[in-house]
C-alpha cells in the first residue's frame, strides 16, 4: 500500500515536471515562462520528495528530503525574482509595466 | 560610531543550535568525529557573524498557520500554471499589475517577494522603495495578493 502510494507522488511529481517544460517550450514570454517553470517545478519537487521519503521509510532521510526541498524552493523563487527583475529591466523598467 | 559586536553569545548561542540541528540532520546523528566538531564550530562561528543584527520578530503562534496558507497556495499554483500550460487554447493573460508596497523593509518584504512568485498566477519582478511590480497569469489576481499581505503582516504582528 505505501509502494503504490509512494510510486504515486513520484509519478505524479514527475508530470508536474513534464508540465512545467511544456510551459516552458509554450508559453510566449520570459516572464510567463518563468511562471510555469518555477511554480511548477516546486510542487513537482514537493511529490517526488514525499514520494521517496515513503519509499525510503527512514525518518532522517526524510527530513533530509524535506530541507532540500525547502532549500530548492527557496532558491528556486529568488533566482525567478532575479530574472524577472533583470528581464524587466532590459525591457525599460517598470514604466514599460505601467498600464 | 564603533561596530556593534557580532559575536554576543546570544547570537553565538542561537548560530550553535542551527548548526548542531543541521549537522545531525546531514548526518542522521552519525557525524560527531574531530570533522564534524570542526564543521559545527565554523558554521557557528559563520552563523553568528553574518545573521543581520536586527531581525523582525515572528509570532510563532502564527507560523502553522501560515504554512498552511503557503502549501495550500502554492500547490494551487502548481496545478494551475499546469493546467494552462496542458490545455491546447493555452489560457494565458500576461499583464503587468503595479501595487503600492505597504509592508516595512526586511523580513517581511523578503517573505513577500518570495512567496509572491510561487502563489497561482503572480510573480514578482521589481521591488523599489514604495512599489512592486507583478507580473500576472491571468486578471483578478489583485485579491489573492492583498490577502498574502494581511497574513504577512498577522505573521509579523504589523496590524
Known amino acids: 500500500m505505501a509502494l503504490v502510494l509512494a510510486w504515486g507522488l513520484i509519478l505524479m511529481g514527475a508530470g508536474f515536471f513534464l508540465a512545467g517544460t511544456i510551459g516552458l517550450l509554450r508559453f510566449p514570454n520570459v516572464f510567463s515562462r518563468l511562471h510555469a517553470l518555477t511554480k ?3 510542487v513537482g519537487l514537493g511529490l517526488l520528495a514525499l514520494g521517496l521519503a515513503i519509499l525510503a521509510g527512514s525518518p532522517w532521510v526524510a527530513l533530509k528530503l524535506a530541507l532540500i526541498w525547502l532549500l530548492a524552493l527557496l532558491a528556486g523563487t529568488v533566482s525567478c525574482h532575479l530574472i524577472a527583475r533583470y528581464a524587466l529591466r532590459e525591457q525599460g523598467g517598470r514604466e514599460q509595466a505601467r498600464p | 560610531m564603533s561596530e556593534p559586536r557580532r559575536l554576543t ?7 550553535l543550535t542551527g548548526a548542531v540541528l543541521l549537522w545531525t540532520l546531514f548526518t542522521a546523528g552519525q557525524g560527531w568525529d574531530p570533522l564534524g566538531l570542526l564543521v559545527v564550530t565554523a558554521a557557528t562561528l559563520a552563523g553568528a557573524w553574518w545573521t543581520p543584527l536586527w531581525l523582525r520578530p515572528v509570532r510563532w ?3 502553522p498557520g501560515f504554512g498552511l496558507y503557503f502549501v495550500d497556495r502554492s500547490v494551487r499554483g502548481g496545478v494551475d500554471v499546469a493546467w494552462r500550460a496542458l490545455q491546447p487554447t493555452m489560457p494565458l493573460q500576461p499583464q503587468w499589475r503595479v501595487r503600492p508596497l505597504r509592508l ?8 513577500l517577494v518570495s512567496v509572491i512568485s510561487l502563489m497561482p498566477g503572480t510573480l ?3 521591488l523599489v522603495d514604495d512599489e512592486l511590480v507583478v507580473h500576472a ?3 483578478g489576481l489583485d485579491g489573492e495578493l492583498d490577502e498574502l499581505e494581511r497574513r504577512i503582516a498577522r505573521l509579523y504582528a504589523l496590524e
Open chain 2, 104 to 111: 516595512p523593509a526586511g523580513g517581511p518584504r523578503s517573505l
Open chain 1, 40 to 42: 511548477a517545478d516546486n
Open chain 2, 124 to 126: 514578482c519582478a521589481e
Open chain 2, 9 to 15: 553569545s546570544r547570537r553565538l548561542f542561537w548560530a
Open chain 2, 61 to 63: 503562534h502564527a507560523l
Open chain 2, 137 to 139: 497569469l491571468a486578471q
